[in-house]
């Protein structure tokens, strides 16, 4: 267990909707990532937070988009879903965030289904 | 641009046999490399790392060589057993807007026969 929680474990929704995913931090951590993995792919990075602020962004789009709240934990808001965005949604903490050589602990997933 | 290739995308050995995987980056700015297994249904946990001044690292039956010259860098994995069976993923680091970020390869498919 790394300590990172995500909710809902599945959803399922139909193409047009909306979806909003939670992601709890470990204790302590600041940084907040999320990434997506489609079937066969590898982890794409999607976009970083750091206590409270945008840091990073990959290659999120613009139907999507996150924020950080002040007890840390993040939501990753899905928008106009296609059924190409079905995928499984992975958040990541680490302390800072600011260090290339600092641990990202995984969270379990949240499996999206757009039918 | 940010790109890290890993091969092989499966891997299919018999228990007790060594196993390898490879990565190449892009970025000979990237300087730390850590490894992920993903088991069916979980997150990806982190089983080794290793930074951009020491070129091997071990951890038990698990090591990570790096070679910064031609920006590559691989898992070994000794006396596999049935319970390494998962997905593996490789990573580099990439400086972004100020930021680091993690690319990560496509990940490589492990299965340890009994």
């Known amino acids: 267990d790394s300590g990172v929680t995500q909710t809902p474990k599945h959803l399922i929704t139909a193409t047009g909707q909306r979806v909003t995913l939670r992601c709890s931090p470990r204790?302590?951590?600041?940084?907040v990532y999320w990434y997506q993995q489609s079937l066969d792919q590898g982890l794409q990075f999607l976009i970083q937070y750091y206590n409270g602020e945008e840091r990073a962004k990959g290659n999120i789009l613009e139907r999507f988009s996150a924020q950080q709240f002040p007890d840390l934990h993040s939501e990753l808001n899905l928008s106009s879903l296609e059924l190409g965005d079905s995928a499984l949604y992975f958040c990541?903490?680490?302390?800072?965030?600011?260090?290339?050589?600092?641990?990202?602990?995984f969270g379990p997933g949240t499996r999206l289904l757009v039918l | 641009g940010e790109n890290v290739e890993q091969h092989p995308s499966t891997l299919s050995v018999q228990e007790g046999d060594s196993a390898v995987i490879k990565c190449t980056y892009s970025d000979s700015a990237s300087n730390y490399f850590p490894w992920y297994k993903q088991e069916l249904g979980k997150g990806p946990q982190l089983i080794i790392d290793i930074r951009s001044n020491v070129g091997e690292k071990k951890d038990q039956r698990i090591a990570v060589t790096l070679n910064k010259t031609a920006k590559h860098f691989s898992l070994h994995i000794t006396e596999t057993q049935p319970e390494d069976s998962a997905v593996y993923f490789c990573a580099a680091s990439f400086l972004s807007g100020g930021y680091n970020k993690l690319i990560f390869g496509a990940g490589t498919r492990l299965a340890v026969h009994p």
């Open positions: 990541a903490s680490s302390f800072l965030g600011g260090s290339p050589q600092e641990t990202q602990y």
């Open positions: 204790s302590g951590d600041l940084s």
